[in-house]
């Protein structure tokens, strides 16, 4: 288990943030070779083949990466920092959101809403306790409320594959603490 967990968090890193560590590079989309993925993971000394990360991508509980149908094609679906368009379609959100964070962000966020930070967009939940667990992930879990009907009027939204909701940004006057 542990080396799925090393394996996922070094999939993470080339896939979103640096491609040019593992010699990858990503297409406009994101999407890198799976040859070249595979062949980075034997440079790095990580034992994945194909069946390996077939399962990851399947078995992960948070659905992170996506394959090609052909598995020519390994991808993050969000959380990037690195500039890709993942040719997300907009979506209109259902009236509600959620986001977790923990105390030590909160009156940041409540005084100025929450940004993107490094990352292309701002990353929300459709149900309390995702972002609980996105929360927690960092100490004790807090739960903004995001009024994600009145949002989309000045603001779009995409829903990545795995459920996440995304947007540019959320002004505080969208926000409540739960």
């Known amino acids: 288990m542990a080396d799925q967990v090393r394996i996922s968090k070094t999939l993470s890193y080339w896939l979103r943030h640096r491609p040019d560590e593992a010699n ?9 070779d799976t040859d ?7 440079n790095a000394g990580l034992p994945v083949d194909i069946e390996t990360l077939l ?6 509980d948070k659905q992170r990466f996506e394959l090609t149908a052909d598995l020519s094609q390994v991808r993050a679906r969000q959380g990037h920092s690195v500039s890709i368009a993942l040719d997300l379609p907009p979506v209109t959100p259902p009236p509600v959101l959620y986001h977790g964070t923990v105390d030590r962000f909160l009156d940041a966020i409540m005084a100025s809403g929450l940004s993107k930070m490094k990352r292309h967009h701002v990353h929300l ?50 926000l409540r603490r739960l």
């Open 36 to 42: 070249a993925v595979l062949a980075a993971f034997e």
């Open 55 to 60: 399962q990851l991508v399947e078995q992960s």
């Open 125 to 174: 939940s459709a149900d309390i306790e995702t972002a609980r667990r996105v929360g927690a992930r960092r100490g004790r879990a807090v739960i903004l409320e995001i009024d994600a009907a009145r949002l989309q009027e000045s603001r779009v939204f995409y829903v990545t594959g795995n459920g996440v909701w995304l947007t540019e940004a959320v002004p505080p006057s969208f």
């Open 24 to 32: 990858l590079t990503l297409t406009t989309q994101g999407w890198a």
